[in-house]
């Protein structure tokens, strides 16, 4: 799964793929498996960056479309996708993005390591699109950071919301500011739930003895004993 997941690459290795190399593994991978048969399935990335995800589920037969914030990972992203997926610059929690989006319905609705930056208001409203762009018998995905993550720093308050500076690399421009969100695990299963989204699988991703051994160089002991990343599975509210 890797090795595919890198094959999908761009050639100018970028920041942000570095960076990522552990979720690269841990939720990416999985997102794609959980997902399963997506043949002639319509899938929305929401934050699909440089499109690795979106490429791997088009390769699988998927009609997909992804959607950035930022134009330059739109930018990268269509240019490396031979495979007719359809990439729109806009904010996951943009009113306007069913409007943008021309009004499609989705099968499947994914968001990959793209939700933590966001705190609890743009959440709802990310929400709030989600739940307007699924068909009704739709699936949302949501694979993120582990809200037990900022565990290991002292002195952390677990049930605060609150933010730490995050960059997101560029590989052509001044980095981008932006912000990390951490929210207690109640509040956001809490607005799914209050959404109407209906849990299906809660999935604490790590890594498995034949990852560690085929990986050394990515992941560590640690990835056996804690979870750093967190998969939510939602059938579309009714
Ligand atoms: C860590 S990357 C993950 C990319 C991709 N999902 C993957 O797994 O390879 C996060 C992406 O989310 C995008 N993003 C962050 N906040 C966003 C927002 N409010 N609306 C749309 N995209 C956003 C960022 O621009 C970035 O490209």
């Known amino acids: 799964m890797l090795e595919e ?14 960076a990522n ?24 990335e929401l934050g699909s960056g440089n499109g690795k995800v979106a490429r791997m589920l088009a390769q699988r037969g998927a009609h997909v479309t992804g959607v950035d914030l930022i134009q330059e990972q739109v930018d990268i992203a269509s240019a490396n996708s031979p495979r007719g997926i ?3 610059q806009a904010d996951y929690a943009e009113v306007k993005l069913p409007e943008l989006l021309q009004g499609a319905k989705f099968d499947r609705v ?17 929400l709030v699109n989600v739940k307007k762009l699924l ?11 582990s809200p037990y993550r900022g565990l290991k720093k002292d002195g ?8 730490s500076d995050a960059v997101l690399p560029s590989m052509t421009n001044e980095p981008f500011k932006t ?19 209906v849990l299906s699988r809660l999935i604490e991703p790590h890594a498995t003895a034949e ?6 160089q990515i992941l560590s002991e640690e990835d056996l004993l804690r979870p750093d990343y967190l998969i939510l599975e939602f059938k579309a509210p009714k």
């Open 86 to 88: 359809a990439y729109v």
């Open 156 to 163: 952390f308050d677990y049930f605060q919301e609150q933010e």
């Open 21 to 44: 190399i552990r979720s690269d593994v841990l939720v990416s991978g999985r997102v794609v498996e959980l997902l399963g048969d997506v043949n002639e399935l319509s899938v929305l």
């Open 110 to 126: 994914i968001a990959v390591m793209a939700f933590f930056y966001s705190g609890s208001d743009k959440i709802a409203q990310a």
């Open 211 to 216: 990852e560690l051994q085929r990986y050394p």
């Open 5 to 18: 997941y890198r094959g999908q690459q761009i050639n100018q290795r970028s920041m942000l793929d570095e």
């Open 135 to 145: 068909k009704p018998d739709g699936v949302f995905i949501l694979g993120t950071a």
């Open 179 to 197: 912000r990390y969100v951490h929210l207690p695990l109640q509040d956001l299963l809490t607005q799914c739930l209050a959404h109407g989204f």
